[in-house]
């Protein structure tokens, strides 16, 4: 668990190592459809519906001042 917290640290301190992660995050991603795309392309298309789905509901907007909700 502790090596744990020093991970999240160095990723919330350093932006040179979120900017990695997302690259290696892409890569995996062009890794993948290289071998099948179709997967993918219902990740993205269920990703753009929950989007669009908590869009037209409101989700998206902030929690109000009785919804403190404190995660760390």
Do not use: K, N
């Not at 999240?8 to 991603?29: D, F, H, K, T, Y």
């Not at 001042?65 to 995660?71: K, P, S, V």
């Amino acid at each position: 668990m502790e090596r744990f917290e020093l991970l999240w640290e160095l990723c919330q301190r350093e932006p040179l190592v979120r900017w990695s992660v997302l690259a290696g995050v892409g890569l995996v991603w062009l890794a993948a459809a290289w071998l099948s795309p179709i997967p993918l392309v219902a990740a993205m298309m269920l990703a753009g519906t929950v989007y669009v789905v908590r869009r037209r509901r409101g989700d998206h907007l902030a929690p109000q001042a009785d919804d403190d909700l404190d995660w760390f």
